[in-house]
């Protein structure tokens, strides 16, 4: 919606963060979604991106934070996941990559969660298994699970950002296009209307650093067709 008045129709899926950047780097798409920790330790590094791209090929554009949690009736937090069932969601998904790192923090292994292998595609069907009674938690988004009148336990703040390579963004006109609709305020005021997402970075560009963290950096020149 937010570029339609530009002629631009965006055809778009969630592949999860490995999916979008195989389809960057053959290039499959012309810009990929990508769910990245806020605020990683100092230990943790972001996740290895540029098993897929060089770091200097490519730029991020920051869309909003916002939380990841245990969604549920009940309210229930990680000592609960021995205990009830749980719905997954399919590797490589961030969902799935923030309960693999809780359970290894927990001391569990995920024979011990009971859903562990029952898998749906992202935070939308994690709520609609819980509201519908095949699951008692999962992980979702705080915004999905409020949406959807579910109690939420948080458990970590991510990033999510849409990862554009520079050789692109530089050479057509409606990838510059949809990054300044993604930095005008109707874009941040349409995020703060639906509720859950924190808007003081959207719109940013960043790089990857030579450390492998997201640093700010101009977008690069268009480039005019002679």
């Not at 730029?59 to 009736?73: N, Y």
């Not at 969601?89 to 693999?100: A, E, F, H, N, Y």
């Not at 819980?130 to 705080?142: K, N």
Request: hydrophobic share 40%; charged share 20%; aromatic share 4%.
């Amino acid at each position: 919606a937010i570029v339609q008045d530009e002629g631009i129709a965006i055809h778009a899926t969630n592949p999860g963060n490995i999916a979008g950047l195989i389809a960057l780097q053959t290039s499959s798409c012309h810009a990929a979604p990508l769910i990245l920790p806020a605020h990683p330790e100092p230990a943790s590094p972001l996740p290895a991106i540029d098993r897929y791209l060089k770091r200097d090929e490519i730029i991020f554009v920051h869309l909003a934070e916002i939380g990841q949690g245990i969604a549920s009736r009940q309210g229930f937090g990680p000592e609960d996941l021995p205990r009830i069932r749980f719905i997954n969601t399919k590797t490589g998904t961030p969902g799935r990559t923030l309960l693999d790192a809780l359970l290894r923090e927990q001391g569990l292994d995920t024979s011990q969660v009971n859903g562990y292998h029952q898998e749906v595609h992202g935070p939308h069907a994690v709520a609609a298994a819980i509201c519908d009674g095949f699951a008692d938690a999962g992980m979702c988004t705080s915004g999905i699970a409020h949406a959807s009148g579910l109690k939420f336990v948080p458990v970590a703040r991510e990033d999510y950002e849409l990862a554009i390579r520079r050789d692109l963004l530089a050479a057509d006109p409606r990838l510059m296009s949809l990054v300044a609709r993604i930095q005008s305020p109707a874009y941040r005021s349409a995020l703060q209307k639906r509720g859950g997402y924190d808007t003081g970075k959207t719109g940013m560009t960043r790089a990857l650093s030579a450390d492998a963290r997201l640093v700010e950096c101009p977008i690069p020149a268009s480039r005019k067709n002679p």
